[in-house]
């Protein structure tokens, strides 16, 4: 492991690594916890531990950005940001999960895609070159635009292992007047009908694309063990965000919507604080859903994530869990799902294989469950969003895609210094 604490550091392991040809896997804070967490796909490869890399460069709340190194958490951001007009787009995982990684991971955060708040990268190329792609503030360059013009080449580097990231300039949004998260219970009896609804609602405009729907194990986080649990984030004007809640409000009452409120305590105001950007040192959510600290979790808890993407219908949510329930191999306990709403065509879910990891038997019997996750899912045609280190391709072979990212790969890392099998 090498853990740099310059750029110009960065750019020797590099330029070393490519005199070598040696491999380098780059890790922000490490915590891609259930895909590898900070584990290279191939033995040998040498991790480049870019968590000493911790500074907020830059703040600026009035234009909304921030330029942030990889080692930065998005807890330190929001804190950075308590008692100004803006917020940074707070993802479910631990507050000490970096901004960086999840950027170039293309997660999910609770205001939209981490995709959507990438607007510049500072690289080291294969060749120990350093350059950026994407929007940095400068002279004629005012307002936050990723794509500028010409190629948009950002994500180039997310979810391609094509170079070191040592900064990034992440988008800030605008602090809430109101924010409100509504707890709404599906009804189990027509679970098909209240997932239509959240989508038909969505579609409309009614609620944002931020929906978050828990199956009965994930809702045992917020106390509704047993049943399907919605949380639906109102965000903005204060007006428009109680009209929303009483319009919902209103909706709920009707029985056909396959949807009913739920109680106060399954969006209770830790819930809403994290919708809010709020920063939180104790890491109360988290601590919530997994049991163990941020740094405690790689050696206590035997975790493993499965993230499928599956039409926003109601009939495609009942096929997943079905499918999902038919994978489970041995003393597999059944995992938790959680279905985020990306727009009102697609959820990407979350699921969730927690074991214990001194036990090698329940070990085994998760990794082979994960396996036929991803067998059975590809055999129906839901892809993955995002892998882990043992399943780095998909099963089903090439995409359309595969000369044109063969091209650039060679173009960009022709020895194949970064990651190599990652992605
Ligand atoms: C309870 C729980 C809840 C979670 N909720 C969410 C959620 O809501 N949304 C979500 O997206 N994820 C979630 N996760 C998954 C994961 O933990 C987070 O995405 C986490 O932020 C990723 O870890 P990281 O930020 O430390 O990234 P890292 O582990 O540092 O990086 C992730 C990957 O990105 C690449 N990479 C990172 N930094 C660099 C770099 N500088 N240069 C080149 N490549 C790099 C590498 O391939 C690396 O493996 C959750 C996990 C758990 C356990």
């Not at 891609?32 to 890399?53: E, Q």
Request: charged letters at 20%; glycine letters at 12%.
């Amino acid at each position: 492991m090498l853990r740099p604490t310059s750029v110009a550091e960065v750019v020797a392991a590099v330029r070393a690594a490519a005199a070598d040809g040696a491999a380098l896997h780059p890790v922000a804070t490490g915590r891609n916890w259930g895909l590898g967490s900070r584990s290279p796909v191939r033995d040998g490869a040498t991790v480049l531990d870019l968590s000493a890399l911790d500074r907020i460069r830059e703040v600026d709340v009035r234009r909304g950005y921030a330029i942030v190194e990889p080692g930065v958490t998005q807890g330190r951001l929001a804190t950075r940001l308590t008692g100004t007009p803006r917020i940074v787009n707070l993802t479910g995982a631990s507050q000490n999960a970096g901004v960086v990684g999840s950027l170039l991971e293309r997660g999910v955060g609770l205001q939209r895609g981490r995709t959507e708040d990438l607007a510049g990268l500072e690289l080291v190329l294969a060749d120990g070159r350093t350059a950026r792609t994407g929007w940095w503030p400068g002279t004629g360059r005012t307002a936050v635009r990723p794509h500028g013009r010409g190629p948009s080449l950002n994500h180039l580097f997310t979810q391609s292992g094509w170079a070191a990231v040592t900064a990034a300039t992440v988008r800030l949004l605008p602090r809430p007047d109101s924010v409100r998260v509504l707890p709404v219970l599906l009804d189990e009896g027509q679970l098909e009908r209240g997932v239509e609804s959240l989508r038909g609602w969505t579609e409309q405009g009614l609620i944002p694309p931020t929906t978050k729907i828990y199956d009965p194990v994930a809702a045992r986080t917020y106390g509704t063990p047993g049943r399907h649990l919605a949380h639906i984030g109102l965000a903005g004007d204060a007006d428009l965000v109680r009209a929303t809640t009483e319009i919902v409000s209103g909706r709920l009452r009707d029985t056909d919507c396959g949807l009913g409120p739920g109680p106060a305590h399954a969006a209770d105001p830790w819930v809403q604080h994290a919708y809010a950007g709020g920063a939180d040192p104790n890491d109360t959510l988290f601590l919530r859903k997994t049991g163990h600290c941020a740094r405690c979790l790689d050696q206590a808890r035997g975790l493993l994530l499965f993230l499928p993407i599956v039409p926003f219908e109601g009939e495609a949510v009942r096929r997943a869990a079905a499918l999902t329930r038919s994978c489970l191999v041995g003393r597999t306990a059944a995992p938790g799902i959680t279905m985020n709403v990306l727009d009102s065509e697609a959820l990407d879910h979350v699921v969730t294989l927690g074991f214990p990891p001194e036990d090698a038997e329940a070990v085994r019997d998760a990794h082979r469950t994960l396996d036929r996750l991803h067998e059975s899912f590809a055999r129906e045609g839901f892809g993955v969003y995002r892998t882990d280190i043992d399943h780095p391709m998909t099963p089903t072979g090439p995409g359309p895609d595969t000369a044109v990212r063969d091209l650039l790969g060679r173009a960009l890392d022709p020895h194949g210094i970064f990651a190599p099998g990652r992605h």
